[in-house]
């Protein structure tokens, strides 16, 4: 059943508005984004979809098609709900688009989709943008873009308490059909870069649940902060790693935590590598983007250390298989999922064989998407 059939099913009338909102995946640039530096996302055919009408009150029903479950709240008093953390994504959006001004109206609501859950694909980021967007087209606003990128990043780290970078929200609103997105996290200036139609994205979800993926995130912000300090300390006036090059941290090297080095290693080198890997994209040459993209994986492995050994074991698979260009991690880490570039003509017999070899390897199912880079909620707003 569709989101709007179920809404019709509660509700007894078809929904007014309709608005979808997809999950991402990351090609290249990771852990890049709470460092002002570079990523390269591409929005998936995934989505989280919101049905609705307005009410007369400031009342809000929601329904989770996904949770079963649902919940009422007013307006004019929002508050964190810790029975339904799923609503928080939508009381959070409604209160920081209150507060600034927009005056909402009560609505019926169902949400849902096929986004995988805690999976690194950026199912909270969908719910939030979705949100904003539902918001928007229900009471005519039009609201730019960027407001509503920075709205529901802001929902995730002040009202649900997340600290994430803003890669996943600005995905899930402008990516594209066909397209990658490539964007600088500093000045938020972006560009599509088209994606060949003969290479498909395959996302294989290694089934592990992010368990340390928070707490862990957290660490790793606050290690590339006290990395910036000692490299500053070194005469290298740098806000964040963004302003650093790998001249600046070879310099620094003598003074520097070797810890912090290689947290900062990984940073600096993964920006260089999504600005080489746009240019490949747009020249065509898939082969050196797919080794940029082996080179990321090993960078998170063993400088940044997020991966684990599900998601080494789903790289390695891959890079065994014909017609692959590159495999690497995506999202976090500790868990979720990895990207891999593969032909067209391969893909299918990938996913068989990955899955296949993952179960034997280490005795767990793998699920396994053939992408379609799709367009995201508000890019055609
Ligand atoms: C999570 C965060 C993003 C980004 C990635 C790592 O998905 O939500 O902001 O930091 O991790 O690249």
Redesign the pocket.
């Known amino acids: 059943m569709t989101i709007g059939e179920s809404f019709l099913q509660l509700y007894g009338s078809p929904p007014e508005v309709v608005v979808r909102a997809p999950g991402r995946v990351?090609l290249i640039?990771?852990?890049?984004?709470?460092n002002d530096g570079f990523?390269l996302p591409a929005a998936i055919d995934r989505a989280i979809t919101y049905a609705g009408r307005r009410r007369t009150d400031r009342r809000v029903h929601a329904y989770s098609a996904d949770f079963h479950a649902s919940v009422e709240f007013s307006l004019d008093d929002i508050h964190k709900d810790m029975q339904h953390p799923w609503s928080n994504f939508l009381r959070g959006v409604s209160k920081y688009l209150e507060e600034d001004g927009h005056r909402l109206a009560g609505a019926d609501l169902v949400l849902g989709g096929d986004v995988p859950r805690e999976a690194?694909l950026?199912s909270s980021?969908a719910v939030e943008v979705g949100a904003a967007a539902f918001w928007n087209r229900l009471l005519g606003w039009g609201l730019d873009p960027l407001y509503v990128i920075k709205l529901a990043r802001r929902a995730e780290n002040q009202f649900v308490g997340?600290p994430?970078?803003?890669?996943?929200q600005f995905i899930s609103a402008l990516g594209r059909r066909d397209h990658a997105l490539f964007l600088d996290c500093r000045n938020l200036s972006y560009r599509h870069v088209p994606l060949r139609a003969d290479v498909k994205i395959v996302v294989c979800n290694s089934g592990v649940k992010r368990a340390l993926a928070q707490s862990e995130?957290e660490v790793r912000l606050k290690q590339c902060r006290a990395a910036v300090a000692g490299i500053a300390n070194t005469g290298c006036a740098a806000e964040s790693l963004r302003d650093v090059e790998l001249f600046d941290l070879a310099a620094a090297r003598g003074v520097l935590d070797p810890l912090l080095f290689r947290r900062a290693h990984h940073v600096v080198s993964e920006n260089g590598r999504v600005r080489e890997a746009v240019k490949l994209l747009e020249a065509g040459n898939l082969e050196r983007f797919g080794e940029l993209m082996n080179q990321s994986h090993e960078s998170l492995r063993d400088d940044y250390e997020v991966s684990c050994k599900e998601l080494d074991t789903l790289v390695e698979l891959a890079r065994n298989q014909p017609g692959v260009l590159g495999a690497r991690m995506t999202?976090?880490g500790f868990g979720g999922c990895t990207v891999n570039l593969v032909r067209a003509g391969a893909a299918e017999a990938f996913a068989g064989s990955v899955a296949e070899g993952y179960e034997k390897a280490l005795g767990l199912k793998a699920e396994i998407y053939v992408c379609q880079a799709s367009d995201g909620a508000l890019v055609s707003a």
Not at 29 to 34: A, L, N, S, V
Not at 164 to 168: A, K, P, Q, T
């Open positions: 990351n640039g990771e852990h890049t984004d709470y990523v690194g950026s980021a997340v994430c970078g803003i890669m996943d995130y999202g976090a």
